[in-house]
């Protein structure tokens, strides 16, 4: 059973870079053909799909968002981790990580159990 786990710090401040790791047990990140995933909920909204990077190392980002993201691996930890830049109040969210790609949770056969994200100076 695949299992997902977000990682990363509770508190930004405005216009620093948001860091965050999803490690992955129970299944290998590069297991054909599977995408991994990043998803937001900002209070009140629906969910929000960042970008994924694929099994392959390819990388796929939200037109939304791709001038301010980078989404990387390390194969050796089989984690993924999601760099979000220059945050502001409006990126405060739950973070998700999750196996799979789209903006339902119904996307993702297996996802992570989110972490908040509060920027605020």
């Known amino acids: 059973q695949v299992q997902l786990k977000e990682s990363g710090p509770g508190l930004v401040k405005p216009s620093q870079t948001l860091s965050l790791t999803c490690t992955v047990s129970?299944?290998?990140?590069?297991?054909?053909?599977?995408?991994w995933s990043w998803i937001r909920q900002a209070p009140g909204k629906g969910l929000e799909w960042i970008g994924y990077?694929?099994?392959?190392?390819?990388?796929y980002y939200s037109p939304a968002l791709e001038s301010r993201i980078s989404i990387s691996r390390d194969t050796s930890k089989n984690q993924f981790t999601l760099q979000l830049n220059s945050v502001t109040p409006e990126d405060t969210a739950v973070y998700y990580c999750?196996?799979?790609?789209?903006?339902?949770?119904?996307?993702?056969?297996?996802w992570g159990q989110g972490t908040q994200v509060t920027v605020s100076s």
């Open positions: 999750g196996r799979g790609y789209g903006n339902l949770r119904s996307d993702y056969d297996a």
């Open positions: 129970g299944g290998s990140i590069t297991a054909s053909y599977y995408h």
């Open positions: 990077i694929s099994y392959s190392g390819y990388t």
